[in-house]
């Protein structure tokens, strides 16, 4: 049985007899590394049965891949799926928030992302665990029982993320548990991603009235922005955002 199983591999390297444990069941699929399931296909898929359980829930399809729930002014809620893999050939879902007096830096200018459509993370939750991982190049079948399993735990995480960002008094706790994840981040099944062009904490600190903790901030962020950046920030850029801190 074994020559047989070895012999079928050699002929037909491509299409491989896979025998795995996935999401607490094992699976026997046949999978090929060759052809992916097409764009029009995943849509319905994946993509169709969360837009149907996320518009339940009063989020609004921006793009192919973004939900967008507006909460009390000014805080969205977002909720995406996004691409995974050295060749982005897996999709896991991923939420967070997105704050309308927040700007963020494009190239050499600051932008804002204060619509439903322009919206963008200032910190995202990234799923990484394979559990969450709905890979491309499955059978039909096998991608349809990965969304009946990821879908509604991919929204109950989402979920207790929301009940802890509905209120700006509520904001500064998640950077705390920001820091408790990189310190114990291999304990988690996703990742906490603060958006190094969006100076999210400073302007937060300034909205709630702690002026000089915001501009000790920002001033930080901004060296640490600059380091990193190929190109040095203009000095415009310095002034705008202190100009704009200090309008908040």
């Not at 990484?128 to 991982?133: A, I, T, V």
Request: hydrophobic share 35%; glycine share 2%.
């Amino acid at each position: 049985m074994l020559k047989k199983f070895i012999n079928s591999f050699k002929r037909n390297p491509s299409s491989r007899s896979k025998v795995q444990f996935r999401n607490g069941r094992l699976v026997k699929h046949y999978q090929s590394f060759d052809v992916k399931i097409p764009d029009d296909e995943l849509e319905e898929l994946v993509y169709e049965p969360f837009d149907e359980a996320l518009s339940n829930i009063d989020y609004e399809r921006v793009s192919k891949k973004l939900w967008v729930r507006r909460e009390l002014t000014p805080i969205c809620h977002l909720f995406s799926l996004e691409g995974h893999g050295k060749f982005y050939d897996k999709i896991a879902p991923s939420f967070g928030f997105s704050l309308d007096f927040v700007p963020h830096i494009s190239g050499n200018d600051v932008k804002w992302h204060r619509t439903l459509k322009s919206a963008r993370y200032d910190m995202q939750v990234k799923t990484y665990s394979k559990c969450f991982h709905i890979n491309k190049y499955d059978c039909k079948d096998l991608i349809k029982k990965d969304v009946s399993f990821i879908l509604p735990r991919g929204l109950k995480m989402a979920s207790r993320f929301c009940s802890r960002s509905n209120t700006l008094m509520s904001l500064p706790e998640l950077f705390e548990w920001h820091k408790l994840h990189w310190k114990l981040r291999s304990n988690f099944p996703y990742e906490v991603v603060h958006h190094f062009d969006s100076p999210v904490k400073a302007f937060l600190f300034k909205k709630l009235g702690k002026d000089l903790e915001a501009k000790e901030i920002l001033d930080i962020w901004l060296e640490e922005k600059n380091a990193m950046c190929e190109y040095p920030l203009e000095s415009s850029i310095y002034k705008k955002l202190h100009d704009l801190l200090e309008r908040t």
